[in-house]
Nanobody, 128 residues
Framework: QVQLVESGGGLVQAGGSLTVSCEVS????????MGWFRQAPGKEREFVSA????????AYADSVKGRFTISRRNSKNLLYLQMNSLKTEDTAVYYC?????????????????????WGQGTQVTVSS
């Protein structure tokens, strides 16, 4: 059974930095395209960033481009999202997700409904 567990969330002041992590177990991490999504109170879950199997391709939402960096360490089954210059509007629950069907040549980033496995989320709160 594939499990995704996020960690690293917390409270940070606007302008600060935070890195959230996602550990994947029970599957072959290097075969999954990975993504980060977030959901703020009263809003729908939205795409934040995605990374391909070996990390050669990355994608970002316009709202985080230039501030967030996604990375992965396949030898450790770990996914990261480094968040810099945080804004109050970045406050949300952050989820990692895995797409087991992604192959080279597939549409990138995958659509939200193409992700097969999801973590439980980690809260990120940015104060003004």
């Amino acid at each position: 059974q594939v499990q995704l567990v996020e960690s690293g969330g917390g409270l940070v002041q606007a302008g600060g930095s935070l890195t959230v992590s996602c550990e994947v177990s029970g599957g072959t991490f290097s075969r999954y395209a990975m993504g980060w999504f977030r959901q703020a109170p009263g809003k729908e879950r939205e795409f934040v960033s995605a990374i391909s199997l070996a990390g050669g391709n990355t994608a970002y939402a316009d709202s985080v481009k230039g501030r967030f960096t996604i990375s992965r360490r396949n030898s450790k089954n770990l996914l990261y999202l480094q968040m810099n210059s945080l804004k109050t509007e970045d406050t949300a629950v952050y989820y990692c997700a895995a797409d087991r069907s992604f192959r080279p040549g597939s549409q990138f980033p995958p659509a939200q409904n193409e992700y097969d496995y999801w973590g439980q989320g980690t809260q990120v709160t940015v104060s003004s």
